[in-house]
């Protein structure tokens, strides 16, 4: 055994001996700057570029082998210019003689200082480094290791030690003449310790960017203390600090400060992932985070907790560069965060435990993707409250349609794609004027079809329900409404609605099932039909006083001056009833009924919803006096009915006492009336018939009486 530890010492002693004796005679008498000319000719004659070693170049054997050179340059590919490929001021690089002998590499700090690459395509597409990484005639395709060289490569890697990497000053330039682009990180500093596998290691790396396409430059600067074992699959960023400070046409508002910090570690063999301490700020925005997955890499999913810290949606804006817009509300628009729970997978992405703040409305719930390749979108939100008009320009109301405007084309292509599942309730809403409370709308979207049902809200005193369709499958959309009102306060609604006072009061009852199709507003609007009935209770029509009109009857009659308006210029009611046929965007009513302890109401007419004209008829008749409607006569009109005529738009509607037909109608009564008194004068002297044996005896009624009341039921 001593026998055999003396002769390993021995060649050990030898194999040391031949190195020292090697090394003395590398000092001594070589000069590696003795070559530099046959190196440049060896590299003109495998590339046909020039090598050009200005600086000097320094060796070292034991105990490290390395390698120094001064500034030295690399010319380009011929084709692409005088400027040099790649050129550097000065590198280092050493090596542990003995770990080689071994088999591993343990390479001391590798030192690069003023490195420049250019790399550059030409407009035929052709690469300035071609020639450097392909052999001649050797296809442009990317060479591949066979499976024994990767199992080689990844032993060296592992085997591989450096003391660690000083770059100073590197400019690396990309430039695309064939898509006109020019990229260029220069500054480039990189710092780091001792790099080696398995082992964490400090790292700082800092450059400008300037890039034409997309437009920014900026400084990017990154530390973190990183660990990288691949045989272990094994992966972490500890302390990581990303910061990016730029400016640019492709930032939002042409500028950006970012910032980045987290902890990362990935542990393939475990498939598992930990994100903690995230929070990514920028734009006056703070988000924070953590996340965990597992089932890497094959079925990844993730879970955590993401959040966004209060912030004025209006500064965000102004940071982005978009126009802020005015709203009636100057507190609009000031205050808003996120919180919420993440979970993901490959197949779903959710938003769990959703809480978003809005000014002084909560939004919470649930929303994501239910399956990710089915795009199908899943939605269950409640909203505590909400003031839709804080929200709008001031001064802003819905304009009244106008005849002849251009038709707003419909777009419903998004639905083509959509797949919904949605549910949303909102406590209180405000919505042009409107005030709704218990506010639901369940929405389900697929192959084209929206379908919203059902639909409820209560509101002023009443409830509304409703089922909505839209189909967009066809060439033009087609929109199936089935819609209801019950105990519904008309006057509040319309006055709040409208901004002015209602037109109409009285408590509501409305059904409607309607449909409609095409690809723009006039086109539906034209093709509106449908049926729809109301009724409402207790209420009034402003605006035109039946009354009035009965005064002016009954003037125009005698023959007498036309009162003066007297009395509130409305009409009471204590029923207002009626159907409605709607065919072509016609609105056509024919059993207007409307009834008072005064009147009686009835009206035929039409509505035409595409040049918004009104043509009806109303007809009034007396069954009670005039007194609580501002006259305080005898009413002499009684059983007499008044034609009212209705007409103008929608928006300026128009009415007036139907002349012609009141005086044609008086005449045919005149002319009744003389026919029934000539018949009665002419029998006026026939005695009215005894009463049989025994009956009672019959009402005091003259023969001329019961005649008159016959003929009347015969004439009209």
Do not use: C
């Amino acid at each position: 055994m001593k026998t055999v530890v003396r002769i390993l010492a021995g060649l050990v002693g030898a194999v040391v001996l031949v190195f020292v004796l090697l090394a003395a005679y590398l000092f001594l008498f070589f000069d590696v700057n003795d070559y530099r000319d046959r190196l440049a000719e060896q590299v003109r004659t495998h590339t046909g570029r020039e090598l050009v070693i200005s600086g000097e170049i320094g060796v070292s054997v034991f105990p490290w082998l390395g390698v120094e050179i001064g500034a030295t340059s690399l010319g380009n590919a011929p084709g692409f210019g005088d400027e040099p490929f790649a050129s550097v001021r000065e590198a280092q690089a050493r090596a542990q003689l003995m770990p080689l002998l071994r088999g591993e590499v343990e390479v001391d700090r590798v030192v690069l200082k003023g490195l420049v690459l250019n790399l550059e395509r030409d407009a035929q597409g052709r690469n300035n480094w071609d020639d450097l990484v392909r052999e001649p005639g050797e296809p442009h395709e990317a060479r591949h290791d066979g499976p024994g060289d990767v199992g080689a490569a990844g032993r060296g890697i592992a085997a591989l030690a450096i003391g660690g990497l000083d770059v100073e000053g590197a400019q690396l330039v990309w430039h695309d003449r064939k898509a006109g682009v020019r990229q260029q990180v220069s500054r480039l500093d990189i710092t780091s310790g001792r790099i080696v596998p398995g082992a964490a290691f400090p790292l700082e790396i800092g450059f400008d960017i300037d890039s034409s396409a997309p437009a920014v430059q900026g400084r990017v600067e990154l530390s973190a203390s990183l660990l990288a074992d691949p045989e272990r699959g094994r992966y972490a960023a500890d302390g990581l600090d990303l910061r990016f400070n730029g400016r640019g046409a492709a930032l939002p508002g042409n500028a950006a400060d970012l910032r980045l910090r987290a902890k990362l570690d990935v542990d393939m063999a475990a498939g598992k992932l930990s994100l903690a301490g995230l929070t990514l700020s920028g734009w006056g925005l703070e988000a924070k985070g953590e996340l965990a997955g597992q089932g890497l890499p094959d079925a990844p999913s993730v879970e955590g907790r993401l959040e966004l810290a209060q912030f004025s949606p209006r500064a965000l804006l102004t940071a982005l560069g978009q126009e802020v817009p005015q709203t009636t509300d100057p507190a609009a628009l000031t205050r808003a965060s996120l919180r919420t729970q993440l979970q993901a997978s490959d197949k779903r992405v959710m938003l769990q435990g959703l809480e978003l703040k809005l000014d002084d409305s909560t939004v919470r719930g649930t929303a994501g993707l239910t399956d990710l390749v089915r795009q199908a979108i899943a939605v269950d939100l409640q909203l505590d409250a909400i003031n839709l008009d804080r929200y709008l320009p001031p001064g802003k109301s819905t304009p009244a349609a106008t005849p002849g405007a251009a038709a707003a084309a419909i777009d419903l292509s998004a639905l083509q794609g959509l797949n919904l599942d949605a549910k949303l309730v909102v406590g209180e809403l405000v919505a042009s004027g409107m005030k709704i409370s218990n506010l639901t709308v369940t929405a389900r979207a697929a192959d084209g079809v929206l379908r919203l049902q059902p639909l409820g809200a209560e509101l002023y005193q009443g409830r509304y329900a409703g089922n909505a369709t839209v189909d967009a499958r066809g060439r033009a959309p087609r929109i199936t409404l089935d819609e209801s009102l019950t105990g519904v306060q008309i006057g509040p609604l319309l006055r709040d609605l409208t901004g002015k006072e209602a037109m109409l009061t009285g408590r509501a009852q409305l059904r409607a099932k309607l449909q409609a199709s095409g690809a723009d507003t006039d086109a539906m609007k034209r093709s509106l039909s449908g049926n729809a009935d109301f009724m409402f209770a207790d209420g009034a029509v402003k605006g035109v006083n039946v009354a009035q009109f009965l005064r002016e009857a009954s003037a125009r009659l005698r023959n007498q001056p036309v009162p003066p308006q007297s009395g509130p210029n409305q009409t009471d009611f204590s029923e207002l009833s009626g159907t409605l046929q709607i065919a072509n965007g016609v609105i056509r009513n024919d059993d207007l009924a409307a009834k008072s302890p005064l009147l009686r109401v009835s009206g035929s007419g039409s509505a035409d919803l595409t040049s918004e004209r009104i043509d009806y008829r109303a007809r009034a008749a007396l069954v009670g006096t005039l007194e609580g409607q501002g006259g305080a006569e005898r009413d002499a009109l009684r059983g007499v009915t008044v034609p009212v005529r209705i007409g103008g738009t929608f928006a300026q509607p128009t009415y007036a006492l139907d002349v012609e037909t009141l005086i044609a109608e008086n005449v045919k009564q005149q002319v009744r009336d003389r026919v029934e008194q000539r018949i009665i004068e002419q029998l006026g002297g026939r005695q009215q018939a005894a009463p049989q044996p025994g009956s009672e005896p019959a009402p005091a009624e003259s023969p001329q009486e019961q005649l008159r009341r016959g003929l009347r039921g015969l004439l009209r």
